[in-house]
């Protein structure tokens, strides 16, 4: 540990914070890295710090990734999606029990109101969050976890 300070004091924050990660404190290393002006190492320590929900950190990153004029920064995980077990939103969640209905894009936009191209990238950010290729493999997995409601909105 006093290799790590040594080097969070000469200012190497690339190195106190791959050193941190090595002996497993991934908190210790967001915060490191978010001592530099590295805007990919900024966002890659803000993932982190949002994953374990750091909420204070999370925002001194944000604030810190502004001020070096970084666009794009996510916002965080709003309270309904850190509850669903793959940070899906509400939305999302509509348009998976959809899929499950077996509705075409087309289908799904009449239904919640939307274009078919919202649709569309609705369900290219479920396959991305499920981690799945393809539509039926992301109702197959959706079942298999029980995120799955029916029309009327219950489970």
Known sequence: MPRVIALQLAGDWCAAAGEFERIGCHYDAAL?????????????????????????????????????????????????????PFDLTAREQEVLDALALGLSNAQISRRLFVSPKTVDHHVSSILSKLRVPSRGVAVAEARRHGLLRTSDGSE
């Open 32 to 84: 490191a890295a978010g001592d530099g002006d590295d805007p990919e190492a900024l966002l890659r320590a803000l993932s982190v710090l949002d994953g374990m929900e750091a909420r204070p950190a999370a925002a001194r990153l944000r604030r810190r990734l502004s001020e070096l004029g970084v666009r794009g920064v996510p916002r965080g995980p709003l309270p309904a999606r850190r509850e669903h």
